[in-house]
């Protein structure tokens, strides 16, 4: 009993040097830092409802604001981390200085699960390599040949409401539709998430974005220790859905090389890049790199369109003179190109892009860019932020700063007219990332929630349902940012 007694205390002792130890590290640096607590630092508890990074960051962000410090230094456990607060050193992290925080941080195991490896994840000179393959994928032209299929899912969309009498769950309809969209633009597929909300897509979807203990559990211990995420095998993706995506992309590209039917999607453009390089006697793509790459349009392209159109809907839901000047913009745009909702008329519509981006501004789906310091970093002051070092920048924080945004809760489309827009503080405003990193899928995400949008404010009102509170709030443990449960909407035909 003595021996377990005096082993418990030297083992106390031990992790109490240890943590003071590490909490004075950046003060040590001349960095400033909120004081962190045992045992979580500066992150809130994970195993408890209310812990969760989105608010989280937020709320670190303004609290070295307030104290008029331009970086900030927190710890996720005892291992430090940085936040960065001023719109100058956000510009020197993500762009002028790229090339010493050109990774997102992310923590995978491409042996175990080979899905993962995928342009969000990859660093270094194969993430190089492959965003420059991918790039041509995005531009207006690849844009406009992919608006047909898009318009095919927004009908069922429109279908969908039509037939509804009941008020609408409109995260999940958006969700099916925008599930719809990327099964159909990046793996060919019909998903038919109306007809089956049970349908595989949307199962997988629902599964990827759900919120577990496993998933904040990851998610802190991601901050803390890597290596132990990794030991452990605890991988974002499970196996079901990794086995469920590398399937559907083998079966797709089998029998389109067998059948030799070709199609304008994201699908065939990865079948010719394995194509080109083949050609041209370059090292090839596996089935698992391409799936990989489809797969990340699906994880970074459903969910973040769908929770913009239900951020913008929903408020303009609560703003009623907003949304008849947006309807008014639609339906004489729509006019004006004979009638038809066409890519043209989409990039026609001015009020939309404000209406968008002021939504962004308020609810930017990826509420924090994460970057890590890849190569030892020598700050103003002299001392340095050290390779392996993770880099946040609270997108909430920024975009909801006073300074930068006067009243920034108030939503406010007049923000982003051409004339106020030019005094938009540079690099205070950034939802879809900045610098080499910057969104790849950021025009087809536009373009997707603008079709989503137009179709259903063309036809209908929306208005709150009497359970939605305003202003809204947040799940603080989602993947990315989100309502904390159904945002219900009545509608009406106009
Ligand atoms: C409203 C919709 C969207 C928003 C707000 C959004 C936002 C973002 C943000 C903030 C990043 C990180 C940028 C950075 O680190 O600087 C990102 C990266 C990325 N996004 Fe999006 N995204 C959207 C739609 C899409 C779509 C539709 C696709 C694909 C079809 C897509 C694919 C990607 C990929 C592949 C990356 C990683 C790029 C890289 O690391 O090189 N996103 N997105």
Redesign the pocket.
């Known amino acids: 009993m003595e021996v377990f007694i005096f082993a418990l205390l030297t083992l106390t002792s031990l992790v109490y040097y240890y943590y003071k130890k590490s909490f004075q590290y950046w003060e040590k640096k001349g960095v400033a830092q909120i004081k962190p607590s045992f045992p979580f630092g500066n992150i809130e508890n994970p195993m408890t409802s209310k812990g969760g990074t989105v608010m989280n960051l937020a709320d670190l962000h303004k609290q070295f604001k307030a104290k008029g410090e331009k970086i900030g230094g927190i710890y996720a456990g005892a291992t430090p981390m940085l936040l960065i607060v001023d719109p100058e050193w956000v510009k020197n992290i993500?762009s002028k200085d790229f090339n010493y925080f050109n990774s997102?941080a992310a923590v995978f195991d491409e042996k175990d699960e080979p899905l993962e490896a995928h342009?969000?994840n990859l660093e270094g000179a194969r993430?190089k390599d492959m965003?420059v393959k991918m790039t041509p994928t995005f531009t207006s032209g690849k844009m406009k040949m992919m608006f047909d299929i898009l318009l095919v899912c927004g009908n069922q969309l429109e279908e969908f409401i039509d037939s509804t009498k009941k008020d609408l769950d409109i995260k999940e309809i958006l969700a099916c539709f925008t599930t719809d969209v990327i099964g159909s633009c990046a793996f060919g597929l019909e998903c038919n998430s109306f007809k089956n909300p049970n349908a595989e897509f949307r199962s997988h979807g629902r599964k990827l974005f759900e919120s577990s203990l496993k998933f904040r559990l990851r998610n802190v211990l991601t901050m803390i220790s890597p290596t132990l995420v990794k030991s452990l095998k605890l991988h974002f993706t499970d196996k079901c859905s990794s086995k469920f995506f590398r399937g559907v992309v083998k079966d797709t590209f089998e029998y389109r090389k067998s059948k030799n039917v070709t199609r304008n999607d994201f699908m065939q453009l990865l079948i010719n890049m394995e194509q080109t390089a083949k050609e041209n006697n370059k090292s090839t793509y596996s089935i698992d790199e391409m799936a990989a790459q489809a797969f990340?349009?699906f994880l970074?392209?459903f969910e973040?369109?769908s929770t913009?159109m239900t951020f913008c809907l929903y408020e303009l839901a609560h703003h009623q003179d907003i949304q008849d000047k947006l309807r008014k913009e639609i339906n004489e745009t729509i006019k004006k190109h004979g009638g038809k909702l066409t890519y043209d008329a989409i990039m026609d519509m001015k009020y939309m892009e404000q209406v968008i981006n002021e939504t962004?501004r308020m609810y930017?789906?990826?509420h924090t860019?994460p970057r890590l310091c890849t190569q030892t970093y020598t700050l103003p002051n002299g001392s340095t932020i050290e390779k392996g070092t993770n880099v946040f920048i609270s997108l909430i924080g920024l975009q909801r700063d006073e300074e930068y945004f006067p009243e920034p809760n108030k939503f406010n489309p007049d923000r982003f007219s051409d004339e106020n827009r030019r005094n938009i503080t540079p690099y205070t405003f950034l939802?879809?990332?900045?610098?080499p990193?910057?969104?790849?899928?950021l025009r087809?995400?536009m373009m997707q929630?603008k079709v989503g949008l137009s179709l259903i404010l063309k036809n209908y009102k929306v208005s709150p349902h009497e359970s939605l509170s305003y202003p809204m709030e947040f799940d603080n443990q989602s993947v990315i940012l989100s309502s904390k449960g159904k945002i219900m909407l009545k509608h009406e035909r106009v």
């Open positions: 993500v997102h342009l969000f993430w965003r990340v349009f970074a392209g973040t369109s913009t962004l930017p789906p990826v860019l939802p879809f990332g900045e610098g990193r910057i969104c790849i899928g087809f995400g929630t």
